[in-house]
């Protein structure tokens, strides 16, 4: 089974700026979660999709936001950029019944905000 | 604050000894516990969990503690080699109530040396 895929692997922009970036959960994985980890926080939680709806958010401001399609392919937006922002953003899959405890991690989204 | 802490940043140990990871949450309603290992340019990927009904759970080489009274786990890899070199995160999740999402650490990067 391939793993949970995430595009692009490396971004750079710039303040003010908006993003997008992109998860494929492992086939069959129904639940989505992305979290941002910074040297200074660790990984902390964005928030949660499962079956198109999000199910936690974590505390973020509302320039963090999601979606998930009916596919379970999952996107996050970052919209007016930070410096702040420079972080890898890492997405999760879990299996169909969601269980935060059997997630698996693609490679991340390494974020570089100028 | 922070509910889950990974005190030591950082840890070296021999190749063969023992390398013992500690990790305290403040919070009383979690009762599941995970460590995650992480390698540079990989998503973090799961290693071994506890159920607070349980005091040590052991998979191969390594072993997670429990103390539910001193709100405390660690992790134990023996002997250590090499290849575990890694920045290891500490999990928490309250299970119980409802399916919240994990909570982590900050995060300890443990290097083995040859």
């Known amino acids: 089974k391939a793993g949970v895929t995430q595009t692009p692997r490396y971004l750079i922009k710039t303040r003010g700026q908006q993003v997008t970036l992109s998860c494929s959960p492992i086939s069959g994985h129904r639940s989505v979660s992305w979290y941002q980890q910074t040297p200074g926080q660790g990984l902390q939680f964005l928030f949660e999709?499962?079956?198109?709806?999000?199910?936690n958010k974590g505390n973020f401001p509302g320039r963090f936001s999601g979606r998930q399609f009916s596919n379970s392919r999952s996107e996050m937006n970052v919209s007016t950029l930070e410096l702040g922002d420079s972080a890898l953003y890492l997405c999760?899959?879990?299996?169909?019944?969601?269980?935060?405890?059997?997630?698996?991690f693609g490679p991340g989204t390494r974020l570089t905000v100028l | 604050d922070q509910q889950v802490k990974q005190n030591s940043p950082s840890l070296s140990v021999q190749e063969g000894r023992i390398s013992i990871l500690n990790c305290d949450y403040t919070?009383?309603?979690?009762?599941?516990f995970l460590w995650y290992k992480k390698y540079p340019a990989e998503g973090p990927t799961f290693l071994i969990s506890?159920?607070?009904?349980?005091d040590k759970n052991e998979d191969g080489r390594f072993t997670v503690f429990l103390n539910k009274s001193a709100k405390h786990l660690s992790l134990h890899i023996v002997p250590s080699q090499p290849g575990d070199s890694a920045v290891y995160f500490c999990?928490?999740?309250?299970?119980?109530?409802?399916?919240?999402?994990?909570?982590f650490g900050k995060g300890t990067r443990l290097s083995v040396i040859a």
């Open positions: 919070n009383s309603m979690f009762d599941y």
């Open positions: 999709y499962f079956s198109e709806t999000q199910r």
């Open positions: 506890i159920s607070s009904i349980k």
């Open positions: 999990a928490a999740s309250a299970l119980n109530s409802g399916n919240t999402p994990l909570v």
């Open positions: 999760a899959s879990s299996l169909p019944r969601g269980g935060y405890n059997e997630q698996f």
